[in-house]
């Protein structure tokens, strides 16, 4: 019996579209009214979660969708997961939401064992996390402690602040705040507040107008698809790439304490690298004297069969600290080296310290992957995927192109001849009731939950072959 | 029947310390086991937080304190709040829980709703609302919107992004990434993130060792106690500051797109400013096209009185921009002018845009203080907790200094005469039962939740009265 068989019996078996376009006119009307009270121009449609289950998604107008796209790649157990439904109505859940403490003054009592029932999931070689509230604000949190370890490091720990930084850091000047750089990689995305919006590159529109931090941008490889067909130029690429990293730390105008990569570029393209090229930025890192941070925000939580798409990579020694979010609902950055806890307190510090109900719901998650051998069947769900978007590719290789995640459950993607092309597919995809998101200009990424098995891809299967065909 | 004795019942009549100090021996060990893998240097003792009831904390130990900090000034109604427990037992907060919304792209059917009761309790000329995840990022995401309308100004909000626009933003460098700033004030507190601890100015901690903007610190009033007996001085003071920011605007390297102040400057002090400074500063924002950001995240919710601090002042026109988190535990921007939307999607944007399940609980609380008339309350228990602190402020005005905060409900503050007896001061008021913060060098700030009535002020007073005689 799957997954979802037991769980969630009451599934829908395929999709049921009762409207003539997606939002119908009930939704239209709804987004109309909602626009008065929050920007709704982003809103695909509106969605009914309380009738969502599983793996369907329920809109406004009735209409039920096969979701390949899961909240931006942020519902780990489908809609209305019951395991999830008990853990939100536990005593724990409720007092977490009426109590919430600041974590960091007045921990309570329970809190040691949801942290430990956390760290159980941590990717190899990580032993401690720091709780965030965002992607974006685990990020920038990562960055406080690298920069935090760059400066303690060179000052030395056990000396105090001199009076020319305290006074310095107060008019926002060096030597108290100094100058440091993260650096990032084209087409990569990290956030998009200030230090993180810095190292988004993606596209302009998450970082026009905004003042940013002048850090450097490397280039992250460009491969040729298929892998195998192409393995003598995609190692020049890792080496050319590489090369870059390695020049911007020898010639950057001030030091570069941290290196930030996502183990596949999500919104950037779902864009590879090899365990080569990871470990080359590993040995970079090292040699110069910089941490490694994995963004794993989006890639995390299993989404690729693995619990951590790094772990993949074998990059040794580990990196120095993993960022998460998404999927896992908590956010926050896992970290190995007790040198990264700041050497004074209160310097990674604020109200809350994270917030408790979500490292609960985490650990929850974490432990339903685990017992319920969810990375089995999700790459099992994804090999049998892959298989038959291969099949798909060779009939129309026009619109199916560079096919990539390969191995990486269903953490796939494609790409459309043309920016036109992919809205149409999207749009044709969500009326013949499967949605799907795009990222960067042409690509089309498959996100959908852990437990998507064959029955639901086969079903994406068909209707991709429906609509491929009217492209 | 006061609110206390009808939703808190069983709420105890006086502290009760059990153990020789707080933290106690269990809680000691607690704290030591926690601290590997958690950050507990901050932690002043482990809060057993379902069992504590309304105005009390019970730690580790089942000492029952009396709680006057309430998390940072965040708990709203009191520990275990029945009337936020049905909120929080509600199957729209289960569902939000188990599917978290990206609310940009796939609103719920019942967010509208949601929002809209959480707009009603909007400051004055205040019509719209963003969602953000904690202060620091609501103080953040505000800036954004600040940033995008000044350069839509200049750029004109039809005109899409140049070409190089494009391309220099993705290398952070101008025009796309333009030099701006946001000015703030000395000992202002607005966050610990990178934007917004360019904005902080109260302690170096905050700050140290982190990249920052460069961007301008003006001066807030520094006023000579008690406010009567000193207007002049007090008046020339505002001149003073007044034309301090104006200065800035004249001369700063890059145009300043903001201001940011709180109404109240809370962790650098519990500095208070006049009607006349906050319209100054309005003014010159006017005169120099800059936005007014009025940060209410410790102020707000009614925890001076009245339900946004700056309303108190009448600056008109309103500001610009409101934000808050805290005691709203939701946080967010309030904000009126309609060109505060950026002026194409996806510029204000992320995955979650804000926390359904935090938005619900905010309009909760918020809906609750105005049904059951919670600020004419703490307003009395203030006038009366106030008036016991003058009387012992002349009992002992070396220890009691600088009382602030009259007519304020119970956001009140004094000095102690320095940092070590402020410590000394602190401990001896959590073993005698009363959990206190401080704030700023030598500041001590009463910070109780707002169903803190007169017989909790009474057992403030006592205790304080107890210790004072011990410094």
Sequence with gaps: MSYTDKFFPEEPSAPKIVTDSIPGPKGQNAIKSLNEVFDARCVYFLADYRKSIGNYIVDADGNTLLDCYAQIASIPLGYNNPELIKVAKSDEMVSAIVNRAALGNFTGVEFENIQRSLLKYAPKGQKYVWNALSG???????????????????????????????????ENQAPGNPELAILSFGRAFHGRLFASGSVTRS???????????????AEFPSYKYPLEANEEFNKKEDERCLSIVEE?????????????????????????????????????????????????????CGATG?????????????????????????????????????????????TWCGDEKLVMLAAAICKEIQEK???????????????????????????????????????????????????????????SGVNIGGCAEVGVRLRPTLVFEKKHAQILVDILQKVLATL
Tied chains: 1, 2.
């Design 136 to 170: 974006a604000d685990a990020n920038e949190l990562a960055f406080k402690a690298v920069f935090f370890n760059y400066q303690s490091t060179k000052r030395g720990f056990e000396k105090p602040f001199s009076a020319e930084e305290e006074q310095s850091c107060m």
């Design 203 to 217: 596209k302009p529109v998450h970082k026009m107008d905004m003042p940013s931090f002048k850090w450097p941008k």
């Design 248 to 300: 911007y730390f020898k010639t950057w105008h001030c030091p570069i304490a941290g290196v930030i990569v996502e183990p596949i570029q999500s919104e950037g393209g779902d864009n590879h690298a090899s365990a080569v090229f990871f470990q080359g930025l590993r040995d970079i890192t090292l040699k110069y004297g910089a941490k490694l941070i994995i963004d794993e925000v989006q890639t995390g």
């Design 306 to 350: 693995i619990m951590w798409e790094h772990e993949r990579y074998n990059i040794t020694p580990p990196p120095d600290l993993v960022t998460f979010s998404k999927k896992m609902q908590s956010a926050g950055y896992f970290f190995n080296d007790q040198k990264l806890i700041p050497n004074m307190p209160y310097r990674q510090f604020n």
């Design 373 to 431: 051998n969810l990375l089995t069947s999700i790459k099992e769900t994804g090999d049998f995927l892959y298989q038959k978007l291969e099949d798909l590719q060779k009939q129309y290789p026009d619109f199916l192109k560079n096919l990539r995640g390969k191995g990486k459950a269903c953490f796939i993607a494609f790409d459309m001849p043309s920016s036109e092309k992919r809205t149409e597919f999207l749009n044709k995809m969500r009326i």
